[in-house]
């Protein structure tokens, strides 16, 4: 069966330091993967997705960048986080081929507090 | 672009009766109806889903129900449970696009009276 990871599950940081969020897939090849933040009570916002191995397409202008440097591996970014960068992230994958139905599966999510 | 409208934004109800979340979207290319809940701290997990060739989908005591003329569906909880609390979302995608980008509603957040 197929699982997602993401590490750490909370994070506590400092305005203007740099972001690592790591999220890797396990059961699955070639999957699509989704980056996507979660404001407090609110809903879901997708920043970024890929299709496969270095292909990043980016949803919304923001000082955070994705990378994906193998099959089942995306890592989300920053140089110096910003307050705004706060909340809860979320990494996703899809299976592609054929006969698939788009569903998205989430992993446990990543809390950022920038103070 | 695409919109995916999700009603009421919380919703209240007695242990044992029965809770309902509508969405309509806007895109008549979308094809895939998935719901997800929501449990605190925890990521969306996928419960129910249903395709644009079907009507009705049910599992358990949940049911999904789908309009395509009037682009709207449904959940439906019957015999609701505490651990039924939790913020659902519904969501609309075209299960052809290469990326599968999923449209989220809103979310609903759902408490159980005991």
């Known amino acids: 069966s197929q699982t997602i990871h993401q590490w750490p599950a909370t994070l506590v940081q400092p305005v203007g330091s740099p972001l690592s969020l790591e999220c890797t897939v396990e059961?699955?090849?070639?999957?699509?993967l989704y980056w996507y933040r979660q404001a407090a009570g609110r809903g879901l916002q997708l920043l970024f997705y890929?299709?496969?191995?270095?292909?990043i397409s980016s949803e919304v202008p923001q000082n955070l960048s994705a990378s994906r440097p193998q099959d089942r591996q995306f890592i989300l970014s920053s140089k110096k986080l910003l307050l705004s960068d706060s909340g809860f992230y979320l990494c996703a994958w899809s299976p592609t081929g054929t006969g698939t139905t788009g569903s998205q599966y989430f992993g446990p999510g990543t809390r950022l507090l920038v103070l | 672009g695409e919109n995916v409208e999700q009603h009421p934004s919380t919703l209240s109800v007695q242990e044992g009766d029965s809770a309902v979340i509508k969405c309509t979207y806007s895109d008549s290319a979308s094809n895939y109806f998935p719901w997800y809940k929501q449990e605190l701290g925890k990521g969306p997990q996928l419960i129910i889903d249903?395709?644009?060739?079907?009507g009705e989908k049910k599992d358990q005591r949940i049911a999904v129900t789908l309009n395509k003329t009037a682009k709207h569906f449904s959940l439906h909880i019957t015999e609701t449970q505490p651990e039924d609390s939790a913020v659902y979302f519904c969501a609309a995608t075209s299960a052809w696009s290469s990326a599968s980008k999923i449209i989220f509603g809103s979310g609903t957040r759902l408490s159980i009276r005991p």
């Open positions: 249903i395709r644009s060739n079907v």
């Open positions: 059961g699955t090849s070639n999957p699509n």
């Open positions: 890929s299709v496969g191995i270095g292909q």
